[in-house]
């Protein structure tokens, strides 16, 4: 019954005119990244009104079918549902079973904004005081999504000012051909100069600049100063 309520609350939220804008910034034509993807044009804020409403009530078992949902929205609300259960429990065991559930269904967190959202508040939270071999793993698949999650997953580390596993897994994806790679990576490697310091960012800049993709250094160096930037620009 509760299943059927919380899909109930979600379909009643939709929106068609904003689906429409969804499906274009989504690239969700054919070719494109987020080929096939459908949008029902639930804004974000309305999104995490429902996660919250049903978190504590929802199990894994009805998750895991929100979260196979052929609908964007619906698997942004597993997620943030499973991010809400995630936070707010105490036993070590229960959040490993989120941890676990969350690299199961990989291949349902499909788009950028499903993996930024989440990545770090689960895996990244969960693995900083634990082996983070399953990152270095994901940064090698073949599975774009993946990849992403593996770097952005790093932010969790980055706030705790730690930077080596960032400028390891950019090192695995330098040569990613995707430009959603290019743009995570820059950013993680932006995060590290704001967060912990510039000479650490430059760690890597100063090794891989001359050869690392253009839009990658160009969200890397965005916070640098103008002399800073040219130098970098410059090959």
Do not use: C
């Amino acid at each position: 019954m509760l299943l059927n309520k919380l899909i109930e609350e979600i379909n009643l939220n939709k929106n068609p005119k904003k689906a429409k804008i969804l499906q274009r910034f989504f690239k969700t034509g054919k070719g494109q990244y987020g080929e096939g993807d459908i949008f029902l044009g639930i804004t974000v804020p309305i999104q995490r009104k429902i996660a919250q409403k049903y978190y504590k009530e929802i199990t894994l078992i009805e998750l895991q079918k929100i979260i196979e949902n052929k609908i964007h929205e619906f698997r942004m609300i597993a997620l943030l549902i499973l991010i809400l259960k995630y936070e707010k429990e105490k036993d070590e065991k229960i959040k490993k079973e989120y941890f676990d559930f969350y690299l199961k269904n990989t291949k349902y967190i499909n788009n950028w904004d499903l993996v930024d959202l989440s990545a770090p508040n689960i895996i990244g939270d969960y693995i900083i005081k634990r082996d983070r071999n399953v990152l270095y793993k994901l940064s090698l698949s073949k599975n774009l999504w993946e990849k992403r999650i593996s770097i952005i997953s790093t932010f969790s580390f980055i706030k705790n000012k730690e930077y080596q596993d960032t400028l390891k897994i950019s090192e695995t994806l330098l040569k990613d051909e995707n430009d959603l790679i290019h743009k995570a990576v820059g950013w993680m490697l932006r995060e590290v100069g704001k967060r912990i310091g510039e000479e650490y960012e430059e760690i890597f800049l100063k090794k891989h600049y001359k050869t690392m993709p253009r839009t990658m250094l160009r969200y890397s160096i965005e916070r640098f100063d103008a002399s800073k930037k040219e130098f970098y620009m410059k090959k």
